[in-house]
């Protein structure tokens, strides 16, 4: 049975033994990017690669693009192959966020790449740690594949796109409630938000021990949040396109497929000062 949005670390410890099951370690901050990297250095998962959203997980940042602009389809494809991963992979992304970061992430760039065998591990690497399993500093001998992209574009929308969208579709903005209302804006040069855009912060989808609750209460969570709005009305947004995975992997672990993802999202909306800006609650 493939996993396609969590895993629990004891399952995952169980698999270990199996050449098709490869974990990726997305640890990263935005605040010091090789942070994840020295981490990875010191201790890591058995056997898992490193996945550095900058270099990896992302494409080069022009004058028009956000700060995480989605990588080239063939360039991910060939990591992801020298990291030993092929269609016949089960991945499982973690980070020490609970996925909030680059962990849900390289989820959904999976998915549009046409790979639905990734999951996340519930509660990241702080639940494995709690749960008493190994890590080691040793660094995994990859056995190089092929991995054959099928992106499908339909799952995600250009800035153009976000500005022609249909009246009943909805922007829902994954940042700090502070940043979205444009009270404070610790990255971007612009505070605000996209008029119009609901507000659901990426935090209250997980418990305080950082795991995501049940079912049920994510289900009620963006009921709340979006009404009787059906998923495939719904775009995330976010600083970069990001964190706004992590709201599209807690629709799809509620039951509620089919949202998509504004990948340039806020850093990309203000790249043009024409473009209009809203402060406040909409």
Partial sequence: MNHTTLIDAPTLHARFDNPDWIVVDCRFSLADPEAGRRAYRDSHLPGA???HLDEDLSGPVTPATGRHPLPEPERL???LGVWGIDRDTQVVAY????GMLAAARLWWLLR????TACAVLDGGLPAWRRAGLPLTAEMPSARPTAFAPRPDDRLWLSTEQVLALPAADVLLDARAAARYRGEM???DPVAGHI??????????NLTPDGHFPPVAALRARFAAALGDRPPPTVIHTCGSGVTACHNLLAM???GLGGSR??????SEWIRDPRRAVAVGVD
């Fill in 77 to 79: 494809a060939q990591k």
């Fill in 185 to 187: 804006e610790p990255i």
């Fill in 95 to 98: 980070d020490d966020m609970g």
């Fill in 49 to 51: 690669r490193y996945a």
């Fill in 195 to 204: 008029p119009g855009a609901l507000n659901l912060p990426t935090d209250g």
């Fill in 261 to 266: 993802l504004y990948a340039g999202s806020w």
């Fill in 112 to 115: 549009w790449l046409g790979h």
């Fill in 252 to 254: 799809e672990i509620a």
